[in-house]
C-alpha cells in the first residue's frame, strides 16, 4: 500500500519511471518503498464504436493522507508521466481511491 495502476501509457514507459515514482512518493506518503505496488494495465479504449485514443491515467488506491499531500501526489505523478512520454503538455488525468485500514486486508489480517 499504496497501489497504483497505470492505463494508456506502454508497459516500458511506465517501467522508466518506476523507481522514480517511489523516489518522489515514498518521502510524501510516509510509507515503506516496499509497500508500493506500481501495475501498468493494458486497455483499449472506446469511443462512438471505435477503439480510440486516450491520454494516460494514474489510479492511486491508498490511505488518504489528506488534500495537501494528495496535491502534492498528483502534480508529481502528472510531472512523471509527461517526462515518460517526452511531452510536457500531455494530459494526465490521477485518480484517488481512499481505502480503510478495515477493508485492507494482508494476510487475512486488517491494518
Not at 509497500?35 to 479504449?45: A, P, R, Y
Not at 503538455?89 to 481512499?98: C, G, L, N
Request: net charge negative.
Amino acid at each position: 500500500m499504496p497501489h497504483l495502476r497505470l492505463r494508456a501509457l506502454d508497459a516500458h514507459a511506465v517501467q522508466s519511471i518506476s523507481k522514480e515514482i517511489v523516489d518522489e512518493l515514498q518521502p510524501l506518503m510516509d510509507c515503506p518503498r516496499e509497500d508500493f505496488t506500481i501495475e501498468h494495465i493494458s486497455s483499449t479504449f472506446m469511443f462512438d464504436g471505435a477503439v480510440s485514443k486516450a491520454y494516460p491515467f494514474v489510479e492511486v488506491l491508498w490511505f488518504d493522507r489528506g488534500q495537501e499531500v494528495k496535491d502534492e501526489v498528483a502534480k508529481k505523478l502528472t510531472a512523471l508521466v509527461r517526462k515518460a512520454v517526452n511531452n510536457d503538455e500531455q494530459d494526465v488525468a490521477v485518480i484517488f481511491s481512499a481505502l480503510t485500514p478495515a477493508s485492507y486486508y494482508d494476510n487475512g489480517e486488517h491494518y
